[in-house]
T-cell receptor, first 114, second 111 residues
């Protein structure tokens, strides 16, 4: 099993460009998440999907959109990238959105916006 | 709003030393988790504590959940270079679903 995979691993964008970060999991998990990690800020939740067909905003959703394409895949889109979106983005999955349930993380996408 | 405060932020010690990392909050958590993240990788779950006062051991790592379920600690005995990494505590407060992470403690263990 590959677990949680993310593409691309690295990306450089210019301000105003758009891109989609891809995430897939092969653990048959119901719930998926997108986080960003910035120095000194820890991990912050952008959006999550409790189950296929549903998405909800997290702590820092502005400037992002998500799509739960199917049970396996959850994508994050930046419509008009800004330097403030320079960060490391992590996708995660879990059996359910529930306190105490383990989340499994992908290796991350390192995004730089110039 | 950072619900979980971790201390210290950075810790550099020599192999064989003991250390304790703290995770504190003014909120009550139904459970707390500890994750470890190595450079260039995503976090990996170490343990989940759910009962106030609970103590869990994972080899040389001892995790404790406060009696009031507002804080937790991680104690490492005889640290080794392989323990180097970012230690993150995380929990869900109230009736919410979102996992709140602390900012982490960056640990460096040198031979």
């Amino acid at each position: 099993n590959a677990g949680v995979t993310q593409t691309p691993k690295f990306q450089v964008l210019k301000t105003g460009q758009s891109m989609t970060l891809q995430c897939a999991q092969d653990m048959n998990h119901n719930s998926m998440y997108w986080y960003r990690q910035d120095p000194g800020m820890g991990l912050r939740l952008i959006y999550y999907s409790a189950s296929e067909g549903t998405t909800d905003k997290g702590e820092v959703p502005n400037g992002y959109n998500v799509s739960r394409l199917n049970k396996r895949e959850f994508s994050l889109r930046l419509e008009s990238a800004a330097p403030s979106q320079t960060s490391v983005y992590f996708c995660a999955s879990s059996e359910a959105v529930q306190a105490g349930v383990e989340q499994f993380f992908g290796p991350g996408t390192r995004l730089t916006v110039l | 709003t950072q619900l979980l405060e971790q201390s210290p932020q950075f810790l550099s010690i020599q192999e064989g030393e003991n250390l304790t990392v703290y995770c504190n909050s003014s909120s009550v958590f139904s459970s707390l988790q500890w994750y470890r993240q190595e450079p260039g990788e995503g976090p990996v779950l170490l343990v989940t504590v759910v009962t106030g006062g609970e103590v869990k051991k994972l080899k040389r790592l001892t995790f404790q959940f406060g009696d009031a379920r507002k804080d937790s600690s991680l104690h490492i005995t005889a640290a080794q270079p392989g323990d180097t990494g970012l230690y993150l505590c995380a929990g869900v407060s109230g009736s919410g679903y979102a996992l709140n992470f602390g900012k982490g403690t960056s640990l460096l263990v040198t031979p």
